[in-house]
């Protein structure tokens, strides 16, 4: 090991070398493909060994090579950044500030939903699932402009208009297009009269900009006031103040009017592939986009995923891939993109640890959560998937990673016959910078609720790294998992997985029915240090609905006694995370109070398996409305709103772009195209 350590570190020196010197005019030699290929599999060194996945099948291959093709926005960095895959010749777009004084600045990536204070502001518009469109506003030190790019075969045009601007400099904004190759990969990128050439692996690309006929090495035409020599770019660039319409072409030539009619094509086309459900267009529109903004390429393991935002996937290193949250992405992409609605799933599953189970967090440099998974939503997923696709691979993949993640459920997080939350500490490889591994604070995370009122009285085993704590989410969830695994299993002739899948859903379905509580008229948790039931209520209390635990007459109850309930979950925005009679409703504080795309989610499919079809429909339409406020007026996704006024933006921690808000469009999406009453796909 030894030996192939050193020699990899001498292989990465010379490649840096290569990378450095792609930033000259002059070809750089290439290494071969197949040492290329090496060392782009290679494992960081900072890396624990945390689970080795399944191999991938030759049919998931496929899915991601024909993900992984063409212009988008790849770059997890910027949304106004076009990559190129497989190459990865990457487009920049920069927004340089001038003033006659001090306090010019630079934009070089632009993000959606940073809140640092002076951060860009992005109002996100249409992005196609392949990327053939996008759209956005972008304003930066009070300059406005609107970015939208679109495929013409496999060439991209880049068009950058201003837009009416309250500046606050008299100067215009430079707008600057610089290009080179992304994640060390191998090519060249150069300046020529005209024009910046890039050549990578697959051959040559041209890149021209409708700005002037540049014809000195740096890209600037001296004519242009402000757009000089010290912007601080570190590649070919083309740069002009933005005074009017400019246009970047890659692959040929083209006029500022040829690159404007390519973009209105694909605007139009765009426009009419969503409105081929008439009624269901601001949905699809809404979760095609947000799933279009927020998917990204991830170098370290060459995949293309969809993590929650860029936002926390930057902040935690390049990615973030969280459990149930990437896959209710899959479930989403759905929608339109099989490709990427099966890349969400398997790559969630991929990280599976050691251990057998899904973990909490997999982030960039191989660090996952050793100590704790998530909420169990896998199964019924993947199930939808296949009952909506048909490939039958998807099932021969997914189920043995998901069949040893039931079993670890069993296995770990058993208290007298309950399923509750945990956090083992003394799992491998720890990783020593999370603090809460072996603790309290680890088993309530498990949950996903980081914060949830639910969990304040609830006592820690230090002996067993359990929530003392019988959880009815937890546990209805888990036999969701169960009957869903099942019918996995009978599709694939499994008769001996089916008939264990299924002895432990009766198992834990006769548990969660002791969980039944007749004077309130609803299932309740029950904290198993005491003894005592909790009577304090989220919508986790309704998840029985999921796993069709509840009869017809408990379902009736709870839905009329407290779902329906204003002085608990209902009113004109719902659902609220705690009920809103319980003292931490005030608070409006994450998981105490506010309103949760998943849960509106988990609760609406529980309501679709009975005969409720006015509060069914009810549902869907409060859900969408409260998505669809934010969403039109700032172009905003969040990750919760405030349960008694819908806003978003209220407080700094509701990530503005987080892809399980669009849930709540999707509720409203099955709504119209599967209306309650019918079978749902998971019940067909």
Partial sequence: MKSFAETASFIIVVLSAVAAYSQSNSPAIQPPNDLRAGILSTESSRSPQNGV???????????????????????????????????????????????????????????????????????????????????????????????????????????????????????????????????????????????????????????????????????????????????????????????????????????????????????LAYERSVSALPLSAPVVDAIQSTLGWDTIYEPEKSRVVSPVSRVWSVGWGG?????????FAASLAAIGDRDLAYADAMETLREETAEGFVPNYARAGGWKSSDRSEPPVGAITVLDLYQKFHDRWLLEDTLAPLLRWNRWWAQHRDIQGYLTWGSDGQNQPVNLDDKSVGTREGAILESGLDNSPMYDSATFNLQTHQLEYADVGLTSMYIA??????????????????????????????????????????????????????HRLSPTNFYPLLAKAASPEQADRMIKEHLLNPEEFWGEWILP????????????????????????????????????????????????????????????????????????????????????????????????????????????
């Fill in 53 to 267: 996945p399944d191999p991938e099948s030759p049919n998931y291959r496929a899915v991601q090579k024909r993900l992984a093709q063409g212009w988008n926005t790849w770059d997890v960095h910027s949304v106004t950044t076009q990559v190129l895959l497989p190459d990865g010749l990457a487009i920049h777009i920069g927004v340089q500030h001038n003033t006659t004084e001090g306090g010019d600045a630079f934009l070089s990536n632009a993000l959606i939903g940073r809140q640092t204070p002076g951060a860009e502001e992005v109002f996100p518009g249409p992005h196609s699932w392949d990327g053939s469109y996008t759209d956005l506003r972008l304003s930066f030190k009070g300059h406005s402009m609107r970015i939208q790019s679109a495929h013409e075969d496999k060439d991209l045009v880049i068009l950058s208009t201003p837009l009416p601007s309250e500046a606050t400099s008299t100067l215009s904004p430079t707008i600057v297009f610089s290009a080179n190759y992304l994640w060390n990969r191998p090519g060249t990128v150069g300046t020529l009269p005209g024009k910046i050439e890039a050549r990578g692996p697959l051959g040559e690309v041209l890149i021209y900009c409708t700005c002037a006929e540049v014809t000195n090495a740096s890209g600037v035409t001296p004519e242009n006031r402000g757009a000089g020599f010290f912007l601080p770019v570190n590649s070919p660039y083309f740069a002009i103040d933005l005074g009017a319409p400019v246009g970047v072409s890659a692959g040929k030539k083209r006029s500022l009017f040829e690159i404007q009619a390519i973009v209105e094509r694909q605007r």
């Fill in 319 to 327: 990615y973030v891939i969280f459990d149930w949250d990437t896959f």
């Fill in 481 to 534: 998992d169960c009957d869903a695994l099942a019918t996995m299993a009978d599709v694939l002739g499994k008769t001996a997985e089916a008939a264990e899948l299924r002895e432990r859903s009766t198992r834990y379905r006769n548990s969660l029915a002791t969980l039944w509580n007749e004077k309130a008229g609803i299932f309740l948790n029950k904290d198993l240090h005491s003894g005592e039931f909790s």
């Fill in 577 to 684: 995370s705690i009920a809103r009679n319980d003292a931490a409703f005030k608070d409006q504080n994450y998981w105490r109070g506010r309103i949760w795309g998943p849960m509106n989610y988990l609760v609406y499919l529980g309501l679709r398996n009975y005969d409720q079809p006015g509060a069914t429909a009810e549902f869907a339409q409060k859900s969408f409305q409260l998505f669809l406020q934010e969403w039109k007026t700032n172009g905003h996704v969040h990750e919760n709103y405030n349960a008694t006024t819908g806003n978003g933006d209220d407080v700094p921690n509701s990530d503005r772009f987080y892809h399980w808000g669009a849930l709540l469009g999707l509720i409203e999406y099955i709504e119209q195209t599967q209306p309650a009453g019918a079978k749902t796909r998971r019940q067909q």
